[in-house]
């Protein structure tokens, strides 16, 4: 079993930045690829961006390309986001997400807001 937990969050002004962060515990974090992924009001969850196992390979959506970068430390079992540029649609609350090998998104965390004012 793996625990995700989520933070860094918060209220920014457009054109601003966050970092998220997503610490990881219960089984070889390094095993896991690893990604996030963002829900709004009344939509339905997307993908953000995905890092490889150990972080050479890496797949953002075409909304977030250029302004955020997903990275992870496998020593301290962390994934991270950081946003930049933001725009007030990428208000959402943010999740990170483990993927075991040839399985599917199996891990989740309880999220995290961001809110971008205009």
């Known amino acids: 079993q793996v625990q995700l937990v989520e933070s860094g969050g918060g209220l920014v002004q457009a054109g601003g930045s966050l970092r998220l962060s997503c610490a990881a515990s219960?089984?070889?974090?390094?095993?896991?690829?690893m990604g996030w992924f963002r829900q709004a009001p009344g939509k339905e969850r997307e993908f953000v961006a995905r890092?490889?196992?150990?972080?050479?390979?890496?797949t953002y959506a075409d909304s977030v390309k250029g302004r955020f970068t997903i990275s992870r430390d496998n020593a301290k079992n962390v994934v991270y986001l950081q946003m930049n540029s933001l725009k007030p649609e990428d208000t959402a609350f943010y999740y990170c997400?483990?993927?075991?090998?040839?399985?599917?998104?199996?891990?989740w965390g309880q999220g995290t807001q961001v809110t971008v004012s205009s």
């Open positions: 219960g089984r070889t974090f390094s095993s896991l690829t």
């Open positions: 997400a483990g993927e075991p090998p040839g399985s599917t998104w199996n891990y």
């Open positions: 890092i490889s196992r150990l972080g050479f390979t890496i």
